[in-house]
């Protein structure tokens, strides 16, 4: 692709990351509970969600996906309820400086998978794709090289500003040195959590 088109569109979709929403708010709950190193598999699921919706825009599939409505219901409800409890072990867990939560094995797994479930259960990701996409590049001219060269633009700028988030969130985190505080927080964070998980279920 032409250099002017791909900065165009890195742009636009930087802005749109960038933008607050329930990515965003799920991203510096998890960082705020477990640190920043603990978001990855989150944020790695999250750009798979987002680049498989580009991958329906960019293949045409807009409408299969809007067929199998039901399919991408049950991802979203699904993964809503994992976001609720993500919260709910927030809410529960005990006071305790801030500190490294030990690791549960499959863990990264489940995260990813939840990451991947929220962006799916998105439709809004394919309608921005099909909304900037022609604007760039007409899609039934695209080439495998524009599609990869766009995916690894959108994989960058989406796990470099989560990322971003997280390490922000994190640093806030090791501010708070009480357990008092710590158990404060870590409601605070739950309860944004359980938003998140309400936002994404109701849209």
């Known amino acids: 692709m032409e250099p002017a088109a791909l900065i165009l569109f890195a742009g636009i979709y930087a802005v749109a990351v960038i933008s607050p929403g329930p ?60 976001l609720l409890y993500l919260a709910w072990k927030l809410w529960t867990a005990p006071a305790a400086a801030a500190a490294e939560m030990p690791y549960v094995r499959g863990e990264g797994v489940r995260l990813a998978a939840a990451g991947l479930a929220m962006t799916l259960g998105n439709p809004k990701t394919m309608v921005f794709f099909l909304a900037i996409l022609p604007q760039v590049v007409a899609l039934e001219r695209i080439t495998p090289l524009a599609i990869a060269e766009l995916c690894a633009i959108m994989a960058v700028i ?16 090791r501010f708070v040195a009480s357990p008092r505080a710590m158990q404060r927080l870590n409601r605070a964070t739950g309860g944004l959590m359980a938003g998140v998980a309400v936002t994404v279920a109701t849209r």
């Open 23 to 82: 990515g965003v708010a799920a991203v510096v709950a998890r960082s705020l509970a477990t640190g920043a190193r603990r978001s990855w598999p989150f944020v790695i699921g999250m750009v798979a969600g987002d680049l498989a919706w580009f991958g329906f825009v960019a293949a045409g599939l807009a409408v299969v996906a809007q067929t199998f409505h039901v399919v991408f219901a049950v991802i979203k409800y699904a993964g809503a309820a994992y």
């Open 158 to 173: 989406l796990s470099s500003c989560m990322m971003g988030y997280a390490l922000l969130a994190d640093r806030a985190r």
